[in-house]
C-alpha cells in the first residue's frame, strides 16, 4: 500500500527536478543527468506514488526533497547496470595485467642479469644504462617539474654514493613483478565495491548502490536526510524503473526480496 498521490506532492518533486534541470542547462553541466530528468518529468503518472511517499517522509522540506533526487539523478546517470558491468571488467582485466606484469618481469630480469654476466665476463660494453637515476633522467626528459628541481638534486646525491648504495635495473624490474604479483584488487567507492561483489551486471546492483547512496545521506545536519527517513518498496521500484528507462520493470516485491537477501548476507 502506497500513500496516495497528491497534486502538492508532485508539484513539489517535479519543481525540484525543473530547478535541477535548469542550473545543468545554464551551466552546461550533467547533460546525462539532464536525460533522466526529462523522462522523469514525461512518465509523472507512473512516479505519482513516488512522489507522495517521498513528501510524506520529508514534508514540505524542499531542501531535503532537492537531496533525494539528486541522489537517484546521480545513481541513474553514472551508477547504471551497464556501467556497474564495465567496473567488473575493468576489475578482472586490471588482475590479469597485474599477473601478466609478473610474469614479464621475471622474464625481462631474467634476461637483463644475462646481459650484464655476458658483458663482465667478455669485457663488453653496449652501451645500455646501468644506473637507475641514468633511467630516471631518461624518463624525465619532456617533466619540467623533475627538471627544473630534481634533477640537480638527485645529481648531487648519485655523486655522493657509489653503485653500491642503489639498487641495479635487473632489482627494479623485479621489485615491479614482486609488487603487480601481490596486488589485490580493492575497490574504491560505492559502484566499484558493488560491481566486483556482484555476479553479474543487475538491477539489483544499481538499487544498493543507490539504497547505500540515501543511507549515507540519513543524519546529515548539513540539509541531509532525516535520520529515520526509509522510502516503501514500490517507491524504489518506480524511481527505478523510470530513471533507468526499464523495458523489464520492477515492482514493489522485487525490492523487497532483494532488501531480505543483504538481511540474510550480513
Same mark, same amino acid.
Given at each position: 500500500?502506497?500513500?496516495?498521490?497528491?497534486?502538492?506532492?508532485?508539484?513539489?518533486?517535479?519543481?525540484?527536478?525543473?530547478?535541477? +534541470?535548469?542550473?545543468?542547462?545554464?551551466?552546461? @553541466?550533467?547533460?546525462?543527468?539532464? /536525460?533522466?530528468?526529462?523522462?522523469?518529468? =514525461? !512518465? %509523472?503518472?507512473?512516479?505519482?506514488?513516488?512522489?507522495?511517499?517521498?513528501?510524506?517522509?520529508?514534508?514540505?522540506?524542499?531542501?531535503?526533497?532537492?537531496?533525494?533526487?539528486?541522489?537517484?539523478?546521480?545513481?541513474?546517470?553514472?551508477?547504471?547496470?551497464?556501467?556497474?558491468?564495465?567496473?567488473?571488467?575493468?576489475?578482472? +582485466?586490471?588482475?590479469?595485467?597485474?599477473?601478466? @606484469?609478473?610474469?614479464?618481469?621475471? /622474464?625481462?630480469?631474467?634476461?637483463?642479469? =644475462? !646481459? %650484464?654476466?655476458?658483458?663482465?665476463?667478455?669485457?663488453?660494453?653496449?652501451?645500455?644504462?646501468?644506473?637507475?637515476?641514468?633511467?630516471?633522467?631518461?624518463?624525465?626528459?619532456?617533466?619540467?617539474?623533475?627538471?627544473?628541481?630534481?634533477?640537480?638534486?638527485?645529481?648531487?646525491?648519485?655523486?655522493?654514493?657509489?653503485?653500491?648504495?642503489w639498487p641495479n635495473v635487473e632489482?627494479?624490474?623485479?621489485?615491479?613483478?614482486?609488487?603487480?604479483?601481490?596486488?589485490?584488487?580493492?575497490?574504491?567507492?560505492?559502484?566499484?565495491?558493488?560491481?566486483?561483489?556482484?555476479?553479474?551486471?543487475?538491477?539489483?546492483?544499481?538499487?544498493?548502490?543507490?539504497?547505500?547512496?540515501?543511507?549515507?545521506?540519513?543524519?546529515?545536519?548539513?540539509?541531509?536526510?532525516?535520520?529515520?527517513?526509509?522510502?516503501?518498496?514500490?517507491?524504489?521500484?518506480?524511481?527505478?524503473?523510470?530513471?533507468?528507462?526499464?523495458?523489464?520493470?520492477?515492482?514493489?516485491?522485487?525490492?523487497?526480496?532483494?532488501?531480505?537477501?543483504?538481511?540474510?548476507?550480513?
Amino acid at each position: 500500500m502506497t500513500d496516495k498521490p497528491t497534486p502538492d506532492s508532485t508539484i513539489m518533486c517535479e519543481d525540484s527536478l525543473r530547478e535541477e +534541470r535548469s542550473y545543468n542547462l545554464e551551466n552546461e @553541466i550533467l547533460p546525462s543527468e539532464t /536525460r533522466v530528468i526529462d523522462r522523469m518529468l =514525461e !512518465r %509523472t503518472l507512473e512516479l505519482e506514488g513516488a512522489y507522495a511517499d517521498s513528501c510524506a517522509k520529508l514534508g514540505a522540506d524542499m531542501r531535503a526533497i532537492r537531496v533525494l533526487f539528486s541522489l537517484v539523478l546521480s545513481c541513474a546517470a553514472f551508477r547504471t547496470p551497464d556501467s556497474i558491468d564495465n567496473v567488473r571488467r575493468d576489475a578482472r +582485466r586490471l588482475g590479469e595485467v597485474n599477473a601478466d @606484469i609478473a610474469k614479464h618481469a621475471v /622474464r625481462l630480469a631474467r634476461v637483463l642479469q =644475462e !646481459r %650484464t654476466r655476458v658483458q663482465d665476463r667478455s669485457s663488453l660494453c653496449s652501451g645500455t644504462r646501468s644506473h637507475i637515476c641514468d633511467l630516471i633522467d631518461d624518463a624525465s626528459q619532456d617533466n619540467g617539474f623533475y627538471n627544473s628541481w630534481l634533477k640537480e638534486r638527485l645529481s648531487v646525491l648519485r655523486g655522493q654514493f657509489d653503485m653500491k648504495y642503489w639498487p641495479n635495473v635487473e632489482q627494479i624490474v623485479t621489485a615491479i613483478g614482486e609488487d603487480a604479483g601481490r596486488a589485490q584488487i580493492a575497490p574504491i567507492g560505492d559502484m566499484a565495491e558493488v560491481a566486483v561483489q556482484s555476479p553479474r551486471p543487475s538491477k539489483a546492483s544499481f538499487l544498493r548502490i543507490l539504497f547505500r547512496k540515501i543511507e549515507d545521506a540519513k543524519g546529515d545536519d548539513d540539509g541531509g536526510l532525516p535520520s529515520n527517513f526509509h522510502l516503501r518498496d514500490e517507491t524504489y521500484a518506480a524511481l527505478t524503473s523510470v530513471s533507468l528507462d526499464l523495458d523489464d520493470m520492477i515492482d514493489g516485491p522485487f525490492v523487497k526480496r532483494l532488501r531480505q537477501q543483504d538481511r540474510e548476507m550480513r
